[in-house]
Nanobody
Framework: QVQLVESGGGLVPPGGSLRLSCAAS????????MAWYRQAPGKERELVAT???????NYADSVKGRFTISRDNAKNTVVLQMNSLKPEDTAVYLC???????????????WGQGTQVTVSS
């Protein structure tokens, strides 16, 4: 009934840019925090960037100054603009949202399926 769908991943050379988008759809009452995570093969899932419902952002040190997270509450969308990409940015990027469904009182955690980002020459 509720899902997060990521888009925008792909293959890009070092120094290039990608824009990831995640749209939440379904019967949604409201969305609290949203975030982007990433997971490379054999590595732990890593928090990349977060944004609160008030627009406060936070970034991993490894992406600070290169990535920008933003959200469009009217469209239930969170975007990750990635610039100056490095090979070590290669990973599956996953969208996260803490949201409340219309028929449910509590907030729960939701995850997208992920989109592949590959940085390679």
């Amino acid at each position: 009934q509720v899902q997060l769908v990521e888009s925008g991943g792909g293959l890009v050379p070092p120094g290039g840019s990608l824009r990831l988008s995640c749209a939440a759809s379904g019967s949604i009452f409201g969305i609290n925090d949203m975030a982007w995570y990433r997971q490379a093969p054999g590595k732990e899932r890593e928090l990349v960037a977060t944004i609160t419902n008030g627009g406060i952002t936070n970034y991993a040190d490894s992406v600070k100054g290169r990535f920008t997270i933003s959200r469009d509450n009217a469209k239930n969308t969170v975007v990750l603009q990635m610039n100056s990409l490095k090979p070590e940015d290669t990973a599956v990027y996953l969208c996260y949202a803490r949201l409340r469904r219309r028929a449910i009182v509590r907030f729960d955690d939701y995850w997208g399926q992920g989109t592949q980002v590959t940085v390679s020459s």
